[in-house]
């Protein structure tokens, strides 16, 4: 059974920085590209990132480009998302997602909450 | 960016309704669309692919049609466990967008 856990989420002041990790299993973790998708408290779902297989390339959204970069540790089936300069509009549920053959993110982690406040 | 308009926003439904969902992609996407469940507390959860085709162990009362820029998503026999807001994605171009969801309740 594929399972995705992400952990690594809290409370941040405005401006600092945390790390998020995803750890996969149940699946062959470097044949697949990863995703993060956020979702802002009640809010829709907004695709954040995209990994490939081997770790390169990457992709990001224009809102955290250059604040954020994902990166995967293949040996130990784990994603990562590390976040820098952490913004108020940053606060989310984060997900990753296993990238299906198809193009969609399945299956989903559970998420992980960041919350950006002083 | 490819922008995903939804509608309704809302539906209220009862047990058994038909009930349909539209998704309007700001240019050809050709089908390049997926449809997503997420229940109230829960991870979003892959339905349809492709516009038209089931994931495995998806209940047959879903389905989805279109192509180019207008979809549709159906559930044809409302159940009370489909109670969710449900999401489109296009992921012919990069950023991948989302439609803003569609929350069905029951009536």
């Known amino acids: 059974e594929v399972q995705l856990v992400e952990s690594g989420g809290g409370l941040v002041q405005p401006g600092g920085s945390l790390r998020l990790s995803c750890a996969a299993s149940?699946?062959?973790?470097?044949?697949?590209?990863m995703t993060w998708v956020r979702q802002a408290p009640g809010k829709g779902l907004e695709w954040v990132s995209t990994i490939s297989g081997s770790g390169d390339p990457t992709v990001y959204a224009d809102s955290v480009k250059g604040r954020f970069t994902i990166s995967r540790d293949n040996s130990k089936n784990t994603l990562y998302l590390q976040m820098n300069s952490l913004r108020a509009e940053d606060t989310a549920i984060y997900y990753c997602?296993?990238?299906?053959?198809?193009?969609?993110?399945?299956?989903w982690g559970q998420g992980t909450l960041v919350t950006v406040s002083s | 960016d490819i922008q995903m308009t939804q509608s309704p926003s809302s539906l209220s439904a009862s047990v058994g309704d038909r009930v349909t969902i539209t998704c309007q992609a700001s240019?050809?996407?050709?089908?390049?669309l997926n449809w997503y469940q997420q229940i109230p507390g829960r991870a979003p959860k892959l339905l349809i692919y492709?516009?038209?085709n089931l994931e495995t162990g998806v209940p047959s009362r879903f389905s989805g049609r279109g192509s180019g820029t207008d979809f549709t998503f159906t559930i044809s026999s409302l159940q009370p466990e489909d109670i969710a807001t449900y999401y489109c994605?296009?992921?012919?171009?990069?950023?991948?967008?989302f439609g803003q969801g569609t929350k069905l309740q029951i009536k």
């Open positions: 149940g699946f062959s973790f470097s044949s697949y590209a």
């Open positions: 994605q296009q992921y012919d171009n990069l950023p991948y967008t």
């Open positions: 492709d516009a038209s």
């Open positions: 997602a296993k990238d299906a053959v198809s193009g969609g993110f399945d299956p």
């Open positions: 240019q050809d996407i050709s089908n390049f």
